[in-house]
């Protein structure tokens, strides 16, 4: 039980280290802000959001897709916003016949436009499929953000905006991190509302 008890408070530990840092952060904080911005200009000139990432980051990437289209604190109307990793059909057709690396970045071809948002997420920032993705938004003036762990690896050069974990922790809070982040973001859009 002792175990248990020290594994709990170990990664509530870690996670409000992260936190902190975050917080004497001044220009993580401004990254995040301006990102923020851009989903909220990108929302209010008819445009939408783009979000993919692989295993537990395609989940995130689902969860920040319904915030937006569905609510966060309070009725509004709903924000524009496609998970590309849900349609099982599409990522197996583009899977089989393009591979997988290209799983994300044939769909922003397909469905992204000039004023869009991609959001990729990838712990290490170098997740193949998420950096093709990235290449693609350059050069159809679709503004990026990353969300990646603490060296944002090849993310780093291809992201309008880079938001990563300040810390070398586990993948763990890196993850429960990006959700700090998202709900950030959910959360300035929610401002923008009223």
Do not use: W
Not at 135 to 145: F, H
Request: hydrophobic share 35%; glycine share 8%.
């Amino acid at each position: 039980m002792e175990v248990i008890n020290s594994y709990i408070k170990e990664h509530f530990q870690e996670s409000i280290l992260v936190k902190e840092q975050i917080l004497k952060d001044e220009n993580l904080i401004t990254l995040i802000k301006n990102a923020s911005l851009e989903v909220i200009k990108a929302y209010k000139n008819g445009n939408k959001t783009l979000l993919a990432g692989n295993g537990g980051s395609a989940a995130d990437a689902q969860h920040i897709a319904g915030e937006f289209v569905s609510r966060f604190y309070f009725d509004r109307p709903g924000i524009a916003s496609i998970a590309l990793t849900t349609d099982t059909s599409i990522l197996t057709a583009i899977g089989n016949d393009y591979g997988y690396e290209n799983l994300f970045a044939r769909q922003v071809q397909a469905q992204g436009v000039k004023g869009d948002v991609f959001i990729g997420i990838s712990t290490s920032g170098n997740s193949k499929n998420i950096l093709k993705a990235l290449e693609l938004c350059k050069q159809k003036e679709i503004i990026s953000i990353g969300l990646s762990g603490v060296s944002g690896g090849a993310m780093n050069e291809l992201c309008d905006y880079c938001i990563k974990v300040p810390f070398n922790l586990h993948a763990k809070n890196s993850r429960s991190t990006y959700f700090n982040r998202t709900y950030y973001l959910c959360y300035c859009r929610r401002r923008a509302f009223r």
